[in-house]
């Protein structure tokens, strides 16, 4: 994008509005509150300094990959601004990543220390939520943002994490590029290992949309997601990219 003959990061633009954003008074309390120590800490992260705030995007727009997950953890990106980092679902998922090589390294403790390749993580909502449940109106609140980075990257394939990651993800896509999924039964419902084909809206060519299992705790504490369940969405995702 160009605005006064220079060029714009759009990655920059969209971080900056997310973070900045206070649409949700309710999330934005929870999270200023786990930061300031109002509610009770997990006593491994109970000194460290919490981000507190909306997180953005982690990775750069365009993306031949993009991830859209539910929210931030309340001790995940809530403390690191990296989306999935910090805790047991960031593990899984990075470990993932990297293997189909999405990610230069399988995890990241730090700013700066992993970045991730044709590949970008976003959510449903920015900020963590109590119980990790949004309500109806916050994530129609946060919904703008996924429009914004879904045209912004341009992804050749969209990786829902979870059932309500996938209905957002094919409703944002309904919405910015003016098709229908069906209603009713003629709607994909989310399953494990659930793919969509369109012809893309952001760019030319087909857009491949896909549907796991949430990297929950409980999800891979049960066996219901197996790292081998993961792994073969990855390869899935990493030929379809290609
Ligand atoms: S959830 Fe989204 S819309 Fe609500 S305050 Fe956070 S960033 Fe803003």
Redesign the pocket.
Same mark, same amino acid.
């Given at each position: 994008m160009k605005k006064f003959g220079f060029e714009i990061d759009e990655t920059d633009q969209i971080a900056d509005a997310?973070?900045a954003?206070?649409?949700?008074?309710r999330? $934005?309390e929870h +999270?200023r509150s786990i930061a300031a120590k109002k509610i009770m800490r997990r006593t491994s992260f109970g000194d460290e300094k919490y981000w507190g705030r909306?997180?953005p995007n982690f990775g750069k727009l365009p993306a031949k990959l993009l991830i859209v997950g539910l929210?931030p953890g309340a001790h995940g990106s809530n403390r690191t601004s990296r989306m999935f980092t910090g805790d047991d679902s960031g593990l899984w998922l990075y470990r993932a990543l990297h293997k189909a090589g999405f990610s230069e390294t399988a995890g990241s403790n730090r700013v700066g220390d992993n970045r991730l390749v044709e590949c970008s993580i976003t959510a449903v909502?920015?900020?963590a939520?109590p119980g990790n449940k949004?309500s109806p109106d916050? $994530?129609e609140? +946060?919904?703008?943002?996924l429009l914004k980075t879904l045209q912004a990257a341009r992804p050749r394939v969209i990786l829902a994490l979870g059932g309500l990651a996938w209905t957002s993800t094919l409703k944002a896509v309904e919405e910015t590029a003016g098709i229908s999924f069906g209603r009713g039964k003629a709607r994909t419902p989310f399953k494990h290992g659930a793919h969509v084909d369109v012809n893309s809206p952001y760019s030319s060519g087909s857009m491949h949309l896909l549907a796991s299992y949430h990297v929950s705790r409980q999800n891979t504490n049960t066996g219901r997601l197996t790292e081998a369940m993961l792994d073969d969405v990855f390869k899935t995702a990493r030929a379809l990219s290609s």
């Open positions: 997310i973070i954003c206070r649409k949700c008074p999330l $934005i +999270c909306p997180v929210a909502i920015h900020c939520p949004p916050e $994530i609140r +946060c919904q703008p943002f």
